[in-house]
T-cell receptor, first 113, second 115 residues
């Protein structure tokens, strides 16, 4: 069964601190992995897209890593800001043509001043 | 990036009524649109996939007669929740993609509250 597990479920950090969110998956066959940021009451917005051959990809203060061998990904946020408070969702695409993907349950990040 | 809009953003209706939610791709032709439902503190759950001009493919457990999906054009898909009940209250999100690419662009979501 295709599964995506994210940890921690929730996280509270102080503004300016760094944090790392984890995503483990058992999805097969693997096409690509995406991290989304979803603000409360809004639709998800893509942060990074990683294919099988990519190990690291950055988007501003967001850096995603992928280890296809261990089927793990992480999203590192540096110098957190209050606006980073959101749910971060890991999504693994396993069937490109059919648009099949498996969503993680997300990590809720709260950045406090 | 590509823009997907949804209308309305919020809707409150009485139990037993039907509600229509629109999803539009504003600057690209969406050959495929997806409809998701998201309950509080949970992730998105795919309800159905629709290709322009074809019948929607529903995920297991989703009642096709209750959640009517129409994808009549390359820029518009609609989800109609028929005879809505309080348990249908949720956040409904659509996404759209072009061709066979696997990039989905999400709409801002519609908050449905059924009294």
């Amino acid at each position: 069964k295709n599964q995506v597990e994210q940890s921690p479920q929730s996280l509270i950090i102080l503004e300016g601190k760094n944090c790392t969110l984890q995503c483990n998956y058992t999805v097969s066959p693997f096409s690509n992995l995406r991290w989304y940021k979803q603000d409360t009451g809004r639709g998800p917005v893509s942060l990074t897209i990683m294919t099988f051959s990519e190990n690291t990809k950055s988007n501003g203060r967001y850096t995603a890593t992928l280890d296809a061998d261990t089927k793990q990904s992480s999203l590192h946020i540096t110098a957190s800001q209050l606006s980073d408070s959101a749910s971060y969702i890991c999504v693994v695409i396993y069937n490109t043509n059919a648009g099949k993907s498996t969503f993680g349950d997300g990590t809720t990040l709260t950045v406090k001043p | 990036g590509a823009v997907v809009s949804q209308h309305p953003s919020r809707v409150i209706c009485k139990s037993g009524t039907s509600v229509k939610i629109e999803c539009r791709s504003l600057d690209f032709q969406a050959t495929t649109m997806f409809w998701y439902r998201q309950f509080p503190k949970q992730s998105l759950m795919l309800m159905a996939t629709s290709n322009e001009g074809s019948k929607a493919t529903y995920e297991q457990g989703v009642e096709k007669d209750k959640f009517l999906i129409n994808h009549a054009s390359l820029t518009l898909s609609t989800l109609t929740v028929t005879s809505a009940h309080p348990e249908d209250s949720s956040f409904y999100i659509c996404s759209a993609r072009f061709g066979s690419t696997d990039t989905q662009y999400f709409g801002p979501g519609t908050r449905l509250t059924v009294l």
